[in-house]
């Protein structure tokens, strides 16, 4: 954890209880996400349609999780009118719970086109595209959440640097799509869904981006949302 911020200065010890039990709560509904993409992509890559529908049909656990968080956010508020590191930490958690409900959103879909790609006919060049994509993203994942689980300013903007790749895979999987269905228009429907696959482990990698973007204003008090990694840098000097 940075030395700057403490979360454990509080007169109430009641207090310092309710925002661990809030980071914990954060991690815990982190782990369930992070098992729905690993999940989706199990099933994306082996055509197992049953761990497909389990991904698609379970969405509703983090909807939950999601819903409770806020709630005990919105209690805090109300109760503690919480000022500097502890009302960013609050308004942290209240925007990382939300990429993290649409990150789930995204898993879902895999769990979905999964289903629909099991019996059609995909090269396993594009599987192993998509794997090799998924496999960054679910890096991009753990090292946001171990970053907000540590409040680590220098992991979070290394996983925000990483996005470049994940975006740069993911344009030379739509390539060879374009020019796969532009070679065979009876491909494009297929093709089409290898593209939504791929787009959804890319938006997956873009909401990890803004969880450690959450951590550096946790942490330092400052939003480094639409800047450059360069820029973020110079900011946090």
């Not at 946001?144 to 992991?155: E, G, Q």
């Not at 429907?189 to 873009?206: H, M, Q, T």
């Not at 951590?215 to 008090?221: H, I």
Request: net charge negative; proline share 1%; aromatic share 4%.
């Amino acid at each position: 954890m940075e030395k700057n911020l403490n979360l454990s200065h509080h007169i109430s010890r009641r207090f310092n209880a309710e925002l661990e039990e809030l980071r914990s709560d954060v991690l815990a509904m982190g782990g369930l996400v992070e098992q729905q993409v690993t999940d989706g992509l199990i099933a994306l890559t082996t055509s197992d349609t049953e761990i497909a529908d389990k991904v698609a049909s379970s969405d509703y656990k983090v909807n939950t999780m999601e819903v409770a968080i806020d709630e005990k956010c919105n209690q805090i508020l109300a109760r503690r009118q919480p000022a500097a590191s502890d009302l960013r930490l609050v308004v942290a958690i209240i925007k990382t719970i939300t990429d993290l409900e649409r990150i789930g959103d995204e898993a879902e879909k895999l769990g979905k086109l999964a289903v629909k790609l099991s019996d059609k006919s995909v090269t396993s060049s594009q599987f192993v595209e998509l794997r090799h994509l998924g496999d960054h993203v679910k890096t991009m994942l753990n090292g946001a959440l171990d970053a907000f689980a540590r409040m680590d300013v220098a992991d979070a903007l290394r996983t925000i640097e990483s996005d470049k790749q994940v975006n740069e895979e993911f344009e030379s999987i739509m390539r060879q799509l374009i020019t796969r269905m532009m070679e065979d228009p009876r491909e494009i429907k297929n093709a089409l869904r290898v593209s939504w696959c791929a787009r959804a482990l890319e938006r997956i990698g873009d909401h990890a981006s803004n969880i450690c973007e959450y951590v550096v204003y946790l942490v330092k008090g400052k939003d480094i949302r639409h800047i450059s990694v360069d820029k973020m840098r110079e900011e946090l000097v």
